[in-house]
T-cell receptor, first 114, second 112 residues
Framework: GAVVSQHPSWVICKSGTSVKIECRSL??????MFWYRQFPKQSLMLMAT?????????EQGVEKDKFLINHASLTLSTLTVTSAHPEDSSFYIC??????????FGSGTRLTVV | KQEVTQIPAALSVPEGENLVLNCSFT??????LQWFRQDPGKGLTSLLL?????REQTSGRLNASLDKSSGRSTLYIAASQPGDSATYLC???????????FGTGTRLLVSP
């Protein structure tokens, strides 16, 4: 089956710094990956759709300049939280689609901004 | 716009019980529907994928059914175990789109 690897699993950073989260499809090529954000005891909120070789598509209300997405290869998408603030602290999860297995999710990244 | 509702929101049962988790969605024009489980602080694990042409799928103690026309899916868990404790999410995929829409989930606690 499909495997998506996400790193780091957790990160603590100082306010004002930037943090990069990686999402890799290990045994398949993913032309499209998805980035979600999840607050405690809430469901997943789609932030953006990452397309290989082109610009990401952001959901309404998500700041594209704050959450930079790069999908430079068929197996890697990155999410960079720029100038992080405490309100950006959250759980970030990526996913990719591989037919016929459906969507596979990474293990998530817990971001804490202090 | 697809909206997904899951009932119950939370469920606490003793070990060994058979369980039914319900999922309803407003737009029946779906390509497939996927059930996931999420453990606290973890990502999502895919449990079952049902194509729109299928009525049900089974994996071990799990059985998922799909009634596309009425916008409903059910996840049946047989002989529940403490290890089944997690949040269960259903997500239909609309025809022509790639974005999953998630329900709010059912938090399941199975006590020994």
């Amino acid at each position: 089956g499909a495997v998506v690897s996400q790193h780091p699993s957790w990160v603590i950073c100082k306010s004002g710094t930037s943090v990069k989260i990686e999402c890799r499809s290990l045994d398949f090529q993913a032309t499209t990956m998805f980035w979600y954000r999840q607050f405690p005891k809430q469901s997943l909120m789609l932030m953006a759709t990452s397309n290989e070789g082109s610009k990401a598509t952001y959901e309404q209300g998500v700041e594209k300049d704050k959450f930079l997405i790069n999908h430079a290869s068929l197996t890697l998408s990155t999410l960079t939280v720029t100038s992080a603030h405490p309100e950006d602290s959250s759980f970030y999860i990526c996913s990719a689609l591989q037919t016929p297995y459906g969507y596979t999710f990474g293990s998530g990244t817990r971001l804490t901004v202090v | 716009k697809q909206e997904v509702t899951q009932i119950p929101a939370a469920l606490s049962v003793p070990e060994g019980e058979n369980l039914v988790l319900n999922c309803s969605f407003t737009d029946s024009a779906i390509y497939n529907l996927q059930w996931f489980r999420q453990d606290p602080g973890k990502g999502l694990t895919s449990l079952l994928l049902i194509q729109s042409s299928q009525r049900e799928q089974t994996s071990g103690r799990l059985n998922a059914s799909l009634d596309k026309s009425s916008g409903r899916s059910t996840l049946y868990i047989a002989a529940s175990q403490p290890g089944d404790s997690a949040t269960y999410l259903c997500a239909p995929l609309n025809t022509g789109f790639q974005k999953l829409v998630f329900g709010t989930g059912t938090r399941l606690l199975v006590s020994p």
